[in-house]
């Protein structure tokens, strides 16, 4: 064979084996599946993956493939999803369509300083604002990218939450749609979503919102216990009714507090130090440190403290005291993941106490003083302890859920020249909240047409409550108004099923089946002594179901439509001569369960190669026999069903990233209103539910650069304007309150280790009503304003 001939076959072999390697290429991008891949243990991961991608791995660089792997969510090649889910130190090779060989990168990475844990809301990308492509939800229990998912569903990452002065989640709620708060103080408030208001004052009824730390609820009908958003992921906020799902309560929605978790491949630790100054108040201060220990056998411990003092800004004129609604808040958190053979494990024990000194509201819209003969001090204590236990394999996920709670809240009122007390005194309220929910659930692999995902659910709560009448300068003189105890269990069976009719319809129904037992005791009416004491129980049960269509026309756009229903069990009233109504009000001795069904038609798009996202959704809801918990006309708490109401409403939210900057706006636009009374308590039909407004919206826009070389700095401002509303049902000029707006600025300097963030808040100093209620035993009218103008800074140090 002569050389040009031999050269000419080696060209002509070589170009064959260029055209197979591009071939292949192709072949490995010809097809792409929708991945659904949480942050776990990288050599778990790749088993995912595979399961999932119905692809082979070739698994020669374990070496260099330690630590977490990166969340992969959504519609995309199986290449493109192995590429985004390894962790620095390998790469992909593909072999042919379905073969990939995972090998080490040629190149060494350079060394940095160990850093947090790996998770959405620390990414680079993240400092001033996460990109929302990047984030996962888990509400609705599987693993779902943030954009283009089929429901309702809105995040904020742990970085996000500390630009916004994120602090607790109230703090933040304004930016984001559809949420709602009361302001009677840290640990006191109601959160609503979706304007579905059972009312503004917390008692029996459970709350319309169910809240979640990680997989553990931690609230039956006691107020939020704000926790402070210490070292977190994400917070999620899935709108609408959650009973196929979630259970009773959860009428308007969910909202998950999402820790950052233990990361066995790095050491990692942080220490933070804010302080504030309020104008016409005092000093604000606080320390949150955060260490991660990695451990052998894959095992790590994640711990995080805190301790937080938040100056006062009312003055109580009558006894010479300044800034007395001081508050003191401070909590430990401690988790530990450990592998056991296939099982990944997960204990958390969380700790938080809140001390208020005082009230905050004030006598007279736009004041910032009261008089009180009386403190009212308020104490939130909760105690958390959960284990989460999940088994991957190939035939799905096994998750075990179980979780303790113990809440304790004390509430003292003034209730000077009340009942038949002449002079000084105090209404003293305890409620003890103890829970414990088991959770067993199976999901099944993510890839085919069908996936479903099934559970069983128990759960057991003591809920023991008692007022005293005190006179504080005849502690002799104290009398037991009422004891009594609720004591419910609950069981229940759910699961959702989702079939993909074609690669871009889904149809998905789920119910819940439900049962639960109350039983009430009540007794120790010393204020009349001749009611015998009671003992009491109910039955309830019934089926929540749930249907969904969906259209993903692209992997970033989705439109849907769904029905779903939520519920709340019954209970009972203490003794009509007990409470002490006066003429024109009635009460029944039991309460009955109320029902909610909404409809809803939404979607989410993203253009501009996904720079541009807007997400909307058109919703009506449908409630029967609304529970709410009032106030008689003698201070003391009753439960009803007060009639029958509704909302509808249109929700929006947008984001657009341009360059530097980052836009996000949101708003509500809803008729909250009680369409029908039920004629036992005051109540006006069509003038809105309390405590909600029918319009809301916020705006946040940031901007990101480097000024110098390793510096990042960032600027941003936020805007939240709350419509008008009614403290109850009633209305009346002076359970007027709301229509206001609310500004923020911020910026913030990054470098390396450090971070060093300012910040402005109540920039104009606005003194809107945001609640008009403080104290039940005061016939004056009440109001309570925003915290005056606050400057403050923050410094975080990365070790």
Known sequence: MTPPTLHRLTAIALCATAVAAVGAQARAQSFAKVFRLPAEPVGQAVLRFALQGDVSVGWTAAGACKGMSRPVQGGMTPAQALMRLLPPGCHVEAVDA????????????????????????RLPSALGGALAEELVVT???????????????????????????????????????????TNLGPGRNKLFVRGLSDGSFTGLTQSTVGLYLDEAPITYNAPDPALRLADLERVEVLRGPQGSLYGSGSIGGIIRIVTNKPNPGAYAASLIVDGGLTQRGGASGAAEAMINLPLPAGAAVRLVAYDESLGGYIANIGRGQRNVNQTRRKGLRASLAAPLGEWRLLLTATHQEIDNSDTQYALGEGRL???????????????????????????????????????????????????????????????????????????????????WLAGLFTAKSDQPQNADLIAPLLPSTARSIYRRDDNLTEAAAYGEFAYDITPRLTATVGGRMFISWLRHRADDFELDPGVPARRLGLKDSGFAPKLRLSYTAAPDRVVYIQAQEGFRTGGFNLPLSVVGPQPGETFRRRFRPDRLWSYEAGGEAAFLNRMLTVRAAIFHAEWRNVQTDQFLSSGLPITVNIGDGGNTGLEVETALTLGGWQIRANGLLDDPELTKSARIFPARPNIGLPGVPRGMAAADASYRWSPVAGVRATVSAQYAYIGRSFLTFEGGPASRMGGYGVARLEGDLASGAWRLQIFVDNLLDDRGNTFAFGNPFMADTQATPLRPRTVGGRIERLF
Do not use: C
């Not at 379905?98 to 190149?107: G, L, Q, S, Y």
């Not at 703090?171 to 709602?180: H, I, L, N, R, Y």
């Open 139 to 181: 509400a609705e229990k599987r693993a779902e990218p943030l954009i283009a998912s089929p429901f309702p569903v809105s995040a904020l990452s742990g970085m996000e939450l500390t630009r916004l002065g994120g602090a607790s989640f109230q703090s933040v709620a304004s930016q984001v749609g559809g949420v709602a708060s």
């Open 369 to 451: 003083t009261r008089y009180n003969r009386v403190p009212e001090p308020h104490d939130n204590d909760i105690s958390v302890v959960s284990l989460d236990a999940t088994r991957p394999s190939s035939w799905g996920e096994f998750r075990f859920t179980a979780t303790g709670v113990r809440h304790n809240i004390h509430t003292r009122y003034d209730a000077s020249n009340s009942f038949d007390i002449t002079g000084p005194a105090a209404f003293d309220e305890h409620q003890r909240v103890s829970m414990g929910t088991v959770q067993a659930e199976f999901a099944s692999p993510t890839d085919g047409r069908a996936h």
């Open 98 to 121: 379905r073969t990939f060989r995972i090998v080490v990168d040629r190149m060494p990475h350079p060394r940095t300083a160990p850093g947090p844990a790996p998770g959405p809301s």
